[in-house]
């Protein structure tokens, strides 16, 4: 076990996860808010967003899975110590992190059943930047329409066509998250 | 991978022998907290310098049990637990579960784990063999306790059977 898979969890787990959930609840109610987070300093090539929503949301009772270029040894150790949580493939994930084209195809993952529509997985994107420019997103939790760099219209489209089911999504890069869930209709500007 | 006991020397002692680190960590969970602190700090009045992998917190963990060898597990009761990790100065890294919500507890029992992978070991034998004793020593003595007030039963022979 590398040395990096056991630092960089919270120092002052009650204070810290607390204002991340908080972040974390304000991204997802308003789609398209960039916030901004902080306190967990992950191995990479996990960003630190990425690390504050596993710290903050994972933990043994959610199964994890890594896509593509984060599925290494050292953030299996690293995820293992720090949340506890199961690392499981694709259809049994309830977090799932990546980047876009590690994750893809991402009908892969659960989306609920219409009995229990929470059952689905929730998308950690890893991306190269975020902005608010871009795409169009339209929904509850936007008063008119508000911009976000996605990398991807159809997949959300397609996602949104399937709602109450469907997985929602954030957004992370460096230490900003922005949150998608699967109620927000996007189109290409 | 197979690992024995009969291994060339390796330089981490806990890694050549866990079942002697587990021993180790099982009289520091299982160590009156201000003993612990007391005989620690003869030793060493400061805490060498560490970094916290994972700062003391309380949890509960569920305590399950086993009536005879055939008997199905079953949830005996909840306990409560501190956890800490640390990485001393030198990079060995200890780690400790221990009873109670004692935080200190934790924290020293953590570096303690850490120090016998290291070689401050020779210096610690005492104090976990004290502390091995004292607690057999109330184990004995609660044992005895419960000695005192068994009861045997006897069946008397009556007249009727013969």
Redo the contacts between chains.
């Keep these: 076990m590398s040395?990096d898979a056991?630092?960089g969890?919270f120092?002052?787990?009650p204070v810290q996860s607390a204002r991340a959930f908080r972040a974390a609840l304000d991204a997802l109610s308003r789609p398209g808010r960039i916030v901004t987070v902080e306190g967990a300093a992950p191995p990479a090539p996990l960003s630190v967003a990425a690390g504050v929503l596993l710290l903050t949301l994972a933990d043994g009772t959610t199964p994890v899975h890594l896509a593509g270029a984060l599925d290494c040894a050292v953030l299996r150790d690293w995820i293992t110590?720090?949340c506890g949580a199961p690392l499981v493939g694709p259809a049994e994930a309830v977090f799932a992190v990546g980047d876009w084209a590690g994750l893809q195809p991402v009908t892969r993952f659960a989306v609920g059943r219409a009995d229990y529509p929470d059952r689905s997985v929730t998308l950690i994107v890893e991306m190269p930047g975020l902005t608010p420019a871009g795409m169009r997103l339209a929904g509850p939790g936007i008063e008119t329409t508000t911009l976000l760099s996605l990398p991807e219209v159809a997949a959300f489209q397609a996602n949104r066509a399937l709602f109450p089911l469907g997985f929602d999504t954030y957004l992370t890069t460096d230490n900003r998250l922005a949150g998608l869930p699967r109620s927000t209709r996007v189109e290409a500007v | 991978m197979s690992r024995s006991q009969t291994q060339p020397e390796t330089p981490d002692p806990a890694m050549q022998n866990p079942a002697a680190r587990a021993r180790w960590m099982g009289v520091l969970a299982r160590a009156r907290a201000d003993r612990l602190a007391e005989l620690l700090a003869e030793l060493l009045p400061d805490l060498p310098e560490h970094t916290a992998l994972r700062p003391p917190e309380v949890g509960a963990v569920m305590v399950r049990g086993r009536i005879g060898g055939t008997g199905g597990p079953f949830n005996l009761g909840e306990m409560s637990v501190t956890r800490c990790s640390v990485r001393l100065a030198d990079g060995a890294v200890g780690h400790a579960h221990v009873q109670g919500r004692d935080k200190g507890h934790a924290r020293r029992a953590a570096v303690v784990d850490a120090m016998m992978q290291s070689g401050a070991a020779v210096d610690l034998r005492p104090l976990l063999d004290t502390l091995a004793a004292e607690e057999a020593a109330r184990r004995q003595d609660r044992a005895q306790q419960a000695a005192a007030t068994r009861v045997e039963f006897f069946t008397l022979v009556r007249g009727e059977d013969k």
């Design positions: 040395a056991l630092s969890g120092s002052d787990a110590f720090h």
